[in-house]
């Protein structure tokens, strides 16, 4: 098939524009979540969409997304609520009012379908495709109601930014400024079981979780700046949607959800290592380099030592004697700060074994370090 | 002799007390722990781990599989440290990007050799409870149903672990520092029982899958929680909770033909539910009680110390009467009547006409609180 003729694929738009929807709107509000500590959140209003789903369809005989997905935002609040009043007025931690939220509320779902199943309505079949997510069934009346849901989840973070971004980062501050944090913090969670109810079509209830945390993460390696995470969390988020979506259309029994969440969990291994500046691989590298940077330093100082004992500026110290004391790996060592001319070799090049002594360059550098060390100040 | 095993009513409640024992006996520590999203995390990623291990060694069942696709647990509790270690990702986010990931890896293999697996991507999430009398193994001329093999294995494991290492397992998880100067390697410790934990979500995955298995496994050591403060008290708690948990909840699922393990796992959630609302002490209207309580005393002292400042004073006929209160405790007339009558019920005051009088309690409850006053300045 050419490029064209798969654009051209009725289903395939269909699949491509719901996963850019869920990349959009997952990226964005799982900024805030994982900003606010909260990413678990999402993995307890995703299960807790599972009653929803059913008692939407119990209600209205159909499987028509705009009731399901209303039923999903209905019991993904009520969860929401439920661990805040679990955690406000219990003993329990946060963690437990999570688990138990999520496990009891997945299970009520896991009731409700099998009295759907038992009851026989030729309608349910595929109900429990919420579980893993269907994206080739996506239907285009499915994705007017994703997009009205994005686009109300959009306009509300544009609207509030400056608010939400306060909450997020200090929500002391936020309520000193007379902002009502509690509602504010309320609104976002809501907006989480929003997200949630976009992915179920694409990703299922299981595997939201992902979805809210891993873009986010992945764009935070990248910036610190609140303007350039949320971006590009929700590029990330349709990146992964995309190719995870397209890649499940290739062959039989690739579920979209965990072809999305591996693309997704890729893109966070791929920004852990080589994002710049917070990059594990980067950090390691200047790591490697401060190591080796620190051993020329302790090799030039231990030539200016030779010296000064010997009352000889211009001492030659031979190479048997420093690899006694720096091992053998002062021979790369003595090459490098060889080129930045600190030292240089005996001028009689056949001798063997070889002589080095510190040029006046070196000299002077060696006095600055020991200096440096003198005065308890780090040297560079 | 063996009768009552061919009876699958009995096996399923069997098999369902026993996950929901084994459960407790690790639960109680990680909810205390206040690691109860890991159990989350485990009970997802073993799927990865039954997967390979059935890839590997083509054993779907016994303590071979228990243990291989236990290691995958221990392999996600493993990463997400690692994660958090690394201080790029916080502890919530760490856990959240971890197991999804080897679910997610889990599903697709699944997926792809589904033909030739017992278990689809339906059994994973939900379990089979309800079939797990038909799945026997002959031990001694008798048969004797896989799942309660496992879960019976489980739990007894399960229970030697606690009961070997209560007193180090209570002090790593109240006072870590404590437990590591003392040389008892709390990390260890913790790392065996979310081995534990993992092991048992593989015997108990059959029965109710990934996801009820935290229903076990964080809602009933909560419940406990909620209902006393011994540890000793929550895993005997727990276990009862267990067994009334599966009776119940298979009762409730055969009548109203839904999922076994769901109803078990929702009878969990009822559980809490109570335990937070009418729990002693700590439950929700115990605490409004008390409050409420303390609220009585309070206005029944404040009424004491009232009418004693003024007792034998000349103002005693305007200050100590009824009306006086309104004005000068900015007490609702409603309000004062219940103080009074409160006050005369437990003997602290008489009333003469309009006249309030301490009696030598009343009078004794006052000074209490002045001395305890002057006392503080």
């Known amino acids: 098939m050419t490029l064209m003729a798969l654009l051209g694929d009725y289903t395939l738009q269909n699949v491509a524009l719901g996963a850019l929807f869920l990349g959009l709107i997952s990226g964005v509000l799982g900024s805030f979540a994982v900003l606010r500590k909260q990413s678990l959140l999402g993995d307890t209003l995703s299960h807790a969409a599972l009653p929803g789903i059913c008692l939407g369809f119990i209600v209205t005989g159909a499987r028509h997304m705009g009731s399901l997905l209303l039923g999903a935002l209905f019991t993904g609040t009520l969860a929401a609520l439920l661990v805040m009043a679990l955690t406000r007025y219990s003993r329990?931690?946060?963690?437990?009012?999570?688990?138990?939220v999520l496990s009891t509320f997945f299970a009520l779902g896991v009731v409700l379908l099998s009295y759907i199943q038992g009851t026989g309505?030729?309608?349910?079949?595929?109900?429990d495709a919420f579980l893993f997510g269907q994206a080739a069934a996506t239907l285009r009346s499915d994705l007017w109601v994703m997009a009205a849901i994005t686009a109300i989840a959009l306009i509300l973070v544009g609207l509030c930014w400056k608010e939400f971004k306060l909450v997020c980062f200090d929500p002391g501050f936020a309520s000193t400024q007379g902002l009502p944090v509690l509602l504010l913090e309320t609104v976002l969670t809501v907006m989480i079981a929003l997200a949630v109810v976009v992915g179920l079509q694409m990703v299922g209830v299981v595997l939201m979780a992902a979805m809210i945390i891993a873009p986010a993460v992945a764009a935070r390696q990248w910036s610190r700046r609140l303007e350039v995470m949320v971006p590009l969390a929700a590029v990330f988020g349709m990146v992964a949607g995309l190719s995870g979506a397209l890649a499940s259309t290739l062959g039989r029994g690739l579920a979209t959800g965990p072809l999305i969440i591996i693309v997704v969990s890729l893109l966070v291994m791929a920004s852990l290592l080589f994002a710049p500046g917070r990059g594990l691989v980067w950090s390691w590298l200047l790591r490697v380099r401060q190591r080796r940077e620190l051993h020329h330093q302790h090799v030039l100082t231990t030539l200016h030592r030779l010296a000064s004992r010997h009352d000889d500026h211009a001492f030659y110290a031979e190479q048997g004697l420093l690899e006694g004391v720096h091992g053998t790996a002062v021979r790369p060592a003595l090459k490098v700060l060889a080129q930045r001319g600190m030292v240089t070799l005996s001028t009689q090049a056949s001798r063997q074994p070889r002589y080095w002594q510190l040029t006046l360059e070196g000299q002077q550098e060696a006095e600055r370090i020991l200096m440096a060390v003198?005065?308890?100040g780090a040297s560079s | 002799m063996m009768a009552w095993l061919d009876d699958p009513g009995t096996v399923i409640v069997l098999v369902g007390a026993l996950v929901g024992m084994?459960?407790?006996?690790v639960g109680t520590f990680l909810v205390l722990r206040g690691t109860s999203m890991l159990a989350d995390a485990i009970s997802h990623s073993i799927v990865f781990g039954i997967?390979?291990?059935?890839?590997?060694?083509?054993v779907q069942s016994g303590p071979l599989q228990i243990f291989g696709a236990a290691l995958t647990g221990i392999l996600t509790v493993f990463l997400t440290q690692a994660l958090i270690h690394s201080k790029r990702v916080k502890q919530d986010a760490a856990i959240g990007l971890v197991f999804p990931l080897l679910f997610s890896i889990g599903v697709l293999l699944l997926n792809l050799?589904?033909?030739?697996?017992h278990i689809d991507t339906h059994t994973v999430l939900l379990g089979e409870i309800g079939f797990v009398w038909l799945d026997t193994v002959t031990l001694g001329g008798v048969d004797v149903p896989q799942a309660l093999l496992a879960m019976g294995g489980m739990t007894l494991i399960n229970a030697l672990f606690v009961g070997l290492f209560f007193k180090e397992l209570k002090l790593a998880t109240f006072d870590e520092a404590l437990a590591r100067a003392l040389g008892f390697a709390p990390g260890l410790l913790f790392y065996g029982l979310l081995f534990l934990?993992?092991?048992?979500?593989?015997a108990a995955f059959d029965a109710v899958g990934a996801v009820l298995f935290v229903a076990f496994v964080i809602v009933i050591p909560a419940s406990a929680y909620l209902l006393t403060d011994s540890v000793m008290r929550m895993l005997g708690y727990g276990m009862v909770m267990s067994i009334a948990a599966s009776v119940a909840g298979y009762a409730l699922a055969v009548r109203w033909d839904v999922s076994i393990g769901g109803m078990m796992a929702v009878m969990t959630g009822i559980f809490l539910l109570l335990a937070f609302l009418i729990g002693p002490r700590h439950g929700v209207v115990a605490q409004v009680l008390v409050r409420r309580g303390q609220r009585g005393l309070n206005e029944t002292r404040t009424l004491a110390v009232h009418l004693y400042n003024h007792e034998d004073s000349h103002a005693q006929q305007e200050e100590n009467v009824v009306k006086a209160l309104r004005e000068h405790l900015h007490w609702s007339d409603g309000r004062a009547r219940q103080v009074i009558l409160r006050g005369l019920d437990q003997g602290y005051i008489t009333q003469v006409g309009q006249m309030l009088n301490l009696t030598a309690t009343g009078r004794a409850l006052a000074m209490e609180l002045l001395n305890a006053h002057e006392r503080g300045r």
């Open chain 1, 92 to 100: 329990l931690k946060t963690d437990a009012a999570l688990g138990i």
């Open chain 1, 121 to 127: 309505n030729a309608a349910q079949g595929g109900l």
């Open chain 1, 374 to 376: 003198e005065q308890g």
């Open chain 2, 22 to 25: 084994a459960s407790t006996l």
């Open chain 2, 51 to 58: 997967i390979v291990v059935w890839l590997v060694a083509h």
């Open chain 2, 113 to 117: 050799y589904a033909g030739n697996v």
């Open chain 2, 197 to 202: 934990t993992s092991g048992t979500a593989v």
